[in-house]
């Protein structure tokens, strides 16, 4: 099965696991006179036109932007020139997103931290990898669903795409603690992964950098559209009145600012801006050499607590009256809070379908597993 | 999507898992003159008579069985009187076994040390738990597919069946150090856990037990046809000539004398039997009181290195020569092992397509990790 799936190359067909398992509900196409914007849309071929409730319109002039609902836009989205995806590249970055066998241990995969049953995340608050060793600086595990969408990888924005933050966590000690040595040969002493690598990459060379550009371009399919991307795409029944009430909020209050784009974060932005943060204290990292703190993604934000760089509390009200402080400099009342918790439970999205993968038997020159 | 699989409740539906995505070859009907068992097929209601190979009947008749190809017998096998098997429990268990939540730090889940993406187990000498801990008897961790087979649980034997046995390792501290209270709390705090107690028990009263009952039946679905399977089925062509002389060596030595049933393993016996075993110092594990081991299943046992109990040797060659000295008191030729472990190579089979769960969001009432 695995082989036969292999054979369908083409980039559309690769889109396929983003639009399989979705559940969402039909869009409505419910013109409002009211609204000032139009969009075309060629699904199917047949064009429509949705009117757009001027909430929306509101949202998506202040730069709050929906997933493309069109397989070939959203493939262009979410694809880079300079790893290009193909079928047999990301159905090989599954299998060694979830490749324990890359780590030192053989315990640790991608998925470990990145744990997409359960947001993408961990739930906990400073990862823990290798022996069981916390993160040096506290730093919580970010969701890797929608990682695409941000402008650059780790909290301190070190790397610019996802292909280049595969590199770090394989090779870090507290997490999988492996080597580029360990990942090549156990990738190589395995047949099915040989041949992997030629299918997705065109010669069955098999290389660190070319292992992490797999992992990359299956992270790249995890986006998971939502009510909002409904709501912004026209279907003015997608948000709730509490919910359309904490977006008004989220706008006014200028939550949107850094909280924008597809991610509704993402970008690189001081942190704190304007008030103290009060669990500075936990852990010591200060961002960038500028201060600078990449700005989590809100999309899925009510399954991936715990909250912050260093995961230092699991409320997510909390959370938000700590934004409202620290970047805003304005205390939020209850309510508002409420209605933008409201707001941010539309942002929980369709996963994709993963089917879970049945990885290669181990041979006689597969490095073995060092738990030390 | 979850919800409207939830609507199929039917025991024959809750099969399907086991045939999807399986690509075994079509079976093939070949007459052979010379073989005196005939085996009536009622699959399609079309009855069909089978002709078996010599080396099948003969296989047969020493006590190796095929797991059924027909889907209600195949229920029949593997359901428990005492936890009927529905689809909605067997989709709450699978969840539950992928569930990093009931274990004490949020990290570890069933599917930690039986890895349904490496055979079902770790590939790691020693199970190795929270806080790094590794099994205190030097203990492996046996493959979960296939395991429904068995007549008894763990090494030792001590739990009667896969929803007992799930009991063990949530609590154990070695492994994911929970406690019943956790478990409860943790799924009693997600209201789609508690709608799919509902659904899987017909009350939506959560208790220890009944989580254990749903992870056993998930793990009653995990069962892994083979080639070997269309060879005692009638296809003469399931083994290569190599692992047909193995098949007959396996016979002629004895290995089956244990090593039977639809598991080939599974039963209880002495272990060292008749000679020492050379890696009796790794771990202190003895058998349960009267000495006897639980045989390990030969299925997948490419997949499943390292090899005995306490993992002691990673070559399956080794193993074979080492059962030899041990259990049956020989020394097998080169030749010999090298075609014994041909044959069991034809005992890989198709896992069950698995669709990685997608798990409930944590909410304020559900107990936070703890990673001491």
């Known amino acids: 099965m695995m082989k036969k799936s292999l054979l369908s190359f083409s980039l559309i067909a690769s889109i396929s696991i983003l639009s399989t398992g979705c559940d969402q509900k039909p869009k409505e196409n419910k013109p409002q006179d009211n609204s000032p914007i139009t969009v075309n849309l060629t699904d199917n071929k047949e064009p429509k036109t949705k009117v757009l409730d001027p909430l929306a319109t509101k949202a998506i002039e202040i730069g709050l932007k929906s997933i493309p609902e069109d397989l ?43 744990n997409l049953a359960t947001g993408g995340d961990d739930d906990i608050s400073s990862a823990t990898g290798h022996k069981w060793t916390a993160n040096p600086h506290h730093l919580n595990s970010p969701t890797v669903y929608n990682a695409v969408f941000a402008s650059r990888q780790f909290w301190d924005g070190r790397d610019p795409d996802l292909e280049k933050q595969a590199q770090g966590p394989i090779l870090a000690g507290p997490e999988m603690a492996s080597t580029k040595e360990k990942v090549i040969d156990t990738i190589k002493s395995m047949p099915e992964y040989v041949s992997r690598f030629k299918e997705a990459f065109g010669n069955d060379e098999v290389t660190y950098e070319k292992a992490t550009m797999a992992i990359g371009a299956f992270e790249r399919t995890l986006v998971t559209p939502s009510r909002f991307d409904n709501f912004l795409n026209g279907d003015a029944t997608g948000l709730s009145a509490e919910e359309r009430k904490g977006l008004q909020t989220f706008i006014d209050k200028g939550c949107s600012t850094c ?96 089917k879970y993968p049945v990885l290669p038997a181990s041979t006689s020159t597969t490095p073995k597993p060092n738990l030390n």
Not at 95 to 107: A, D, G, I, T
Not at 276 to 292: E, I, M, R, T
Request: aromatic share 8%; hydrophobic share 35%; glycine share 10%.
């Open 259 to 354: 909280h924008n784009g597809y991610a509704l974060g993402g970008s690189m932005q001081p942190f704190p801006a304007v008030g103290k943060y009060k669990y500075a204290n936990v852990g010591d990292f200060k961002g960038d050499a500028n201060g600078l703190v990449k700005v989590p993604t809100l999309r899925n934000i009510m399954e991936t607590a715990p909250y912050f760089h260093n995961g230092a509390t699991w409320d997510l009200n909390e959370a938000v009256k700590i934004m409202g402080q620290t970047q805003l400099g304005i205390e939020l009342t209850d309510s508002e809070v409420a209605s933008i918790v409201a707001f941010l439970g539309s942002l929980t999205g369709e996963k994709p379908l993963i």
């Open 72 to 114: 070939n836009e959203l493939n262009k989205l979410i694809d880079n020139k300079n790893n290009p995806l193909n079928q047999a590249k990301i159905e090989l970055g599954k299998m060694l997103y979830f490749e324990p066998r890359l780590s030192k241990s053989n315990l640790i995969s991608c998925n470990s931290c990145h």
